[in-house]
């Protein structure tokens, strides 16, 4: 078992002990996510691919968060951040985005012509440590400056 994934069991358990109704249940939607990508999984399911169920819960949110602002629902929108918050406490530290264009930039250097060709480069140093929406960008501003 993951040691991430026996880290939120903990923290559910924590949040029930609590009586967290908010905070159990965003922890106990995680543990169903996790459980059922492990299911889909060939692998017993490790960090990375926990990891990768937080990432697609935080864009979720994230996308819910700008309908609900768009709509004026800012008490739902909030309380998408909130879960936001609790999710993001799991993910790895942020990748500073001078580092992923550094790495772009090496990869432009090194041959890359397109966007594509780049993010074949840059996706698996950075896969599970940051969105891939900030690779695409940082590789789209690489070819510019080309």
Same mark, same amino acid.
């Given at each position: 078992?993951?040691d ?10 924590t949040?029930?002990k ?24 060939d ?15 935080v ?5 819910? !968060?700008?309908?609900?602002? /768009? =709509? #004026?629902?800012?008490?739902? &929108?909030?309380?998408?951040? +909130?879960?936001? %918050? *609790? ?12 580092? !992923?264009?550094?790495?772009? /930039? =090496? #990869?432009?250097?090194?041959? &890359?012509?397109?966007?594509? +060709?780049?993010? %074949? *480069?840059l ?11 900030? !690779? ?7 070819l510019?400056?080309?």
């Amino acid at each position: 078992m993951s040691d991430l994934f026996a880290r939120l069991q903990g923290a559910l358990v924590t949040a029930r002990k609590a009586q967290d109704k908010e905070r159990t249940l965003v922890l106990s939607t995680l543990v169903a996510q996790v459980k059922d990508a492990g299911l889909k999984l060939d692998h017993p399911i490790a960090d990375g691919d926990v990891i990768d169920v937080f990432r697609k819960g935080v864009k979720s949110r994230r996308d819910s !968060i700008e309908q609900f602002e /768009k =709509a #004026g629902r800012t008490e739902l &929108a909030d309380r998408e951040k +909130a879960q936001t %918050k *609790v999710i993001e406490e799991f993910l790895p530290a942020a990748i500073d985005p001078a580092e !992923i264009l550094a790495a772009a /930039k =090496a #990869g432009v250097a090194g041959g &890359a012509r397109d966007v594509g +060709a780049l993010m %074949k *480069v840059l996706m698996p140093q950075f896969k599970g440590r940051v969105d891939g929406k900030v !690779i695409n960008d940082a590789a789209r501003e690489a070819l510019q400056a080309g």
